[in-house]
């Protein structure tokens, strides 16, 4: 979850509104995508044509199935799947995992998804675009309508206002302002006055809208995996496109994380906020993990709440306090609780070494309690960390996960918090990575 490939060159605010034009809209060239299952269906649909069908029923339900079979299926979520080093993104059904793999845009290593207003926005971090993609009334991908363009920026956190505005953050010493239909930029707020003094760039990664205040963590990067020893949110009116206020807390390291394109770093939770350190995955020694929270419509951070993950967490079987361990961003909350992975390579005597360090399977599904402190193991096998991205609480409460395990290779599972169990519930060829819900 931690692999990056960030760009050497880092763009500053002066760049960014020097070159609003280079924003562009997609093309005439731009054409619908291929659908590789609609080929494969139309043979089936011509042998099943030849057989005559004994009642309406039967054959109203040939006529389903033969739409199944053209792709026709309505999609739930938006997911990446990674073959190799490479990472496609597009649209899938649980029911129809043996389509996954269809009607996909091919991306570089990394890159970042979200989904607003009938869109997908694909943030191909390797090239430096976000481009927006349309969707068919069953969620099947189609053409790009708008791209814009941030050559040699990592920047994928989209916080949506309305259908004409939204802010972008990410390795930038600013937040771009965008409209999110053309995706071109209509201003900036200049963030460059917060910028620590050793740090290159200021970096608004994770975010969240409440109430009318952005509340978007500062990196502050001082190379491309290590981040800022000090927690930092900016607080932004929406209205005026302004600072507020920046709340600091020296008892963790940077909250937030340019990994995080559906910003759940950052879980609203009991009239607060609750933001996540990782302490740059390990690569600062020295820095502190762990969740502070903030009170929605505050602007400082609450100092009678702290969370320790490394300090103070411990599982029978799987952690020890002390050890060093971090978690890959959580699902939204379902009351107080949320769902993540935990990194524990400490504790499996495991280190970054490589690129196949990544598929190392270290990461542990857990239940999280943000107001109790607590946090449980699932009955689920350790994922890799290059699969550890995926996870969905469904509307009846039970828990979707994407792993990729070793015992039983790339699936899908759903737990059930109230009886404590889980089942995997489809495998999938490829390594499921997010798992983005279309609605």
């Known amino acids: 979850m931690k692999k990056r490939f960030l760009a050497a060159l880092i763009v500053s605010f002066g760049m960014l509104v020097a070159c609003d034009d280079s924003s562009s809209a997609s093309s005439e060239n731009d054409k619908e995508l291929?659908?590789?299952?609609?080929?494969?269906?139309?043979?089936?649909?011509n042998k099943s044509s030849s057989s005559n069908a004994k009642s309406s029923d039967s054959k109203d339900n040939s006529s389903?199935?033969?739409?199944?079979?053209?792709?026709?299926?309505?999609?739930?979520?938006?997911?990446?799947?990674?073959?190799?080093?490479?990472m496609f993104i597009g649209t899938m059904s649980l029911d129809h995992t043996d389509d996954i793999g269809s009607d996909y845009i091919e991306v570089g290593t990394r890159a970042g998804v979200v989904y607003y207003d009938n869109s997908l926005f694909i943030a191909d971090l390797d090239v430096g675009t976000i481009a927006r993609y349309s969707l068919d009334a069953n969620n099947k991908i189609g053409s790009k309508t708008?791209?814009?363009?941030?050559?040699?920026?990592?920047?994928?956190?989209?916080?949506?206002?309305?259908?004409e505005k939204a802010y972008l953050g990410g390795m930038l010493d600013s937040l771009l302002i965008i409209n999110p239909k053309t995706m071109k930029r209509t201003g900036a707020i200049d963030l460059s006055k917060y910028k620590n003094k050793d740090a290159l760039v200021v970096s608004p990664g994770t975010g969240v809208i409440v109430d009318g205040r952005l509340y978007v963590g500062l990196l502050q990067n001082v190379s491309d995996y290590a981040t800022g020893n000090t927690a930092q949110v900016a607080i932004i009116d929406i209205k005026k496109d302004s600072v507020i206020a920046v709340a600091e807390d020296d008892r963790v390291a940077a909250v937030g994380s340019l990994d995080d394109s559906q910003n759940q770093s950052f879980i609203v939770a009991d009239g607060y906020i609750y933001?996540?350190?990782?302490?740059?995955?390990?690569?600062?020694?020295?820095?502190?993990?762990?969740?502070?929270?903030?009170?929605?419509?505050?602007?400082e951070f609450d100092k009678d709440y702290q969370w320790f993950v490394?300090?103070?967490?411990?599982?029978?079987?799987?952690?020890?306090?002390?050890?060093?361990?971090?978690?890959?961003?959580?699902?939204?909350?379902?009351?107080?609780?949320?769902?993540?992975?935990?990194?524990?390579?400490?504790?499996?005597?495991?280190?970054?070494?490589?690129?196949?360090?990544?598929?190392?399977?270290?990461?542990?599904?857990?239940?999280?309690?943000l107001v109790k402190k607590t946090m449980k193991a699932l009955p689920i096998d350790y994922?890799?960390?290059?699969?550890?991205?995926?996870?969905?609480?469904?509307?009846?409460?039970?828990?979707?996960?994407?792993?990729?395990?070793?015992k039983d290779g790339n699936a899908y599972f759903r737990y059930d918090p109230k009886s404590e169990k889980a089942e995997k519930i489809a495998d999938v060829k490829q390594i499921?990575?997010?798992?983005?819900?279309?609605?």
């Open 383 to 406: 994922t890799s960390s290059w699969a550890s991205y995926g996870k969905y609480i469904d509307d009846d409460g039970t828990v979707i996960f994407a792993v990729s395990t070793e």
């Open 432 to 439: 499921p990575m997010w798992l983005v819900p279309l609605k």
């Open 275 to 299: 933001c996540y350190s990782n302490a740059s995955w390990g690569y600062a020694p020295g820095q502190v993990d762990g969740f502070l929270r903030i009170k929605v419509g505050e602007s």
């Open 146 to 163: 708008a791209e814009l363009s941030l050559a040699g920026a990592w920047a994928n956190h989209i916080y949506f206002v309305n259908e």
């Open 34 to 45: 291929s659908s590789s299952s609609s080929e494969k269906s139309g043979d089936s649909e």
């Open 64 to 86: 389903s199935s033969k739409k199944e079979e053209k792709g026709e299926y309505k999609r739930e979520f938006a997911t990446s799947i990674a073959s190799g080093e490479t």
């Open 310 to 369: 490394t300090k103070d967490v411990a599982i029978d079987g799987v952690t020890k306090k002390g050890n060093f361990k971090y978690l890959s961003p959580t699902t939204d909350a379902n009351g107080t609780k949320v769902y993540s992975f935990l990194n524990v390579m400490v504790d499996l005597q495991q280190v970054w070494t490589d690129m196949n360090s990544y598929h190392n399977n270290t990461c542990k599904p857990v239940e999280i309690d």
